[in-house]
């Protein structure tokens, strides 16, 4: 399944080539660049990355220049140009940055979203709220994409302008970060984010249970718990926890475990079959064989590739 937002055609407008140079002025470097405003990181990148592989928490990416496909499941999503896409729930993806170059690199920009902002916004909005179209892509799943209207891109263009005027960020970033909010809120995403705010939405519990099983993953899944937890019968949360992460709960907790096992070799140096046994498997040789589904190839071989993407270039004397 493949859900894809068109770039752009032709010519940028005005504002949207602004929102481009400010953000190529700003990621001078490359990589994902964290900034002065919180919550707030820049990603650049001068050539496609065949894979990267991280959890989403809840927040609004913003693609500026440059294609991203993301996985999530069994669902491929096409981030696009001018698009932006929120996560409401933490999700496990992989993700491909399939257009870059030095020339016109990939970059964009990522905006954390605590859920209760979206609660209070909607407080504040009551019946005043326009009809809500649904979104293009990935409609029934915890990632959602849109194209950035004018007001979108001139209120982006605002944050990210504050980081050339540090002073001013304290005072002027959070009123701009909670138009972002409010405008995603308004625009063919709202309806997704208005029903993660619901708290006696099935989606909300779908929630809960992610929260659950992130905190919990090194443990045995029980999925008779799970359902106890947040009042909903078995199979309704099977169904539901499929709609919304394109993963079944074993699933979504063997993606959870293989990207910590991922990260504690790759950062803290652990051996393979330490890593194996600190996330909850019982056995090396499935961890192996797991890991190597997911990622191509064996623990050893896939961190040792990874160091060599990601070691430094040697100084030259």
Not at 22 to 39: V, W
Not at 166 to 177: E, F, N, T, V
């Amino acid at each position: 399944m493949t859900a894809t937002i068109q770039t752009l055609a032709g010519n940028l407008a005005p504002n949207q080539q602004r929102l481009v140079s400010i953000t190529e002025q700003l990621t001078a470097a490359e990589g994902i660049l964290a900034t002065e405003i919180n919550g707030v990181e820049l990603f650049r990148f001068e050539e496609p990355v065949s894979c990267a592989s991280g959890v989403f928490e809840p927040c609004i990416c913003f693609v500026i220049q440059g294609d991203m496909k993301i996985q999530l499941g069994d669902h491929e999503i096409t981030h696009s140009a001018m698009a932006y896409m929120a996560s409401s729930v933490h999700l496990p993806v992989m993700r491909r940055v399939t257009e870059a170059s030095r020339e016109r690199p990939f970059i964009g920009a990522k905006l954390k979203v605590d859920p209760q902002e979206v609660a209070n916004l909607l407080v504040e909005l009551g019946d005043k709220a326009p009809p809500l179209a649904a979104p293009d892509s990935c409609p029934e799943c915890g990632l959602s994409i849109a194209q950035m209207d004018e007001q979108m891109q001139d209120a982006l263009y605002r944050l990210l302008n504050l980081l050339n005027s540090p002073r001013d960020i304290a005072i002027l970033a959070p009123s701009i970060r909670r138009e972002i909010i409010y405008r995603a809120l308004i625009g063919e995403m709202g309806s997704r984010m208005r029903q993660f705010s619901a708290t006696d939405s099935q989606s909300h519990r779908i929630s809960n249970v992610i929260s659950i099983l992130k905190d919990q993953y090194t443990k045995p899944l029980r999925i008779r718990e799970l359902a106890e937890a947040v009042n909903m019968s078995e199979s309704t949360l099977y169904h539901n926890f499929k709609q919304v992460t394109h993963m079944s709960p074993l699933q979504f907790q063997k993606k959870l475990r293989l990207l910590e096992a991922r990260r504690l070799m790759l950062v803290e140096g652990i051996e393979a079959a330490t890593a194996s046994y600190r996330v909850g498997y019982e056995s090396p040789s499935h961890f192996s064989r797991e890991y190597s589904r997911l990622f191509g190839a064996p623990p050893k071989a896939d961190v040792q590739n990874l160091r060599g993407i990601y070691a430094p270039e040697p100084e030259s004397a």
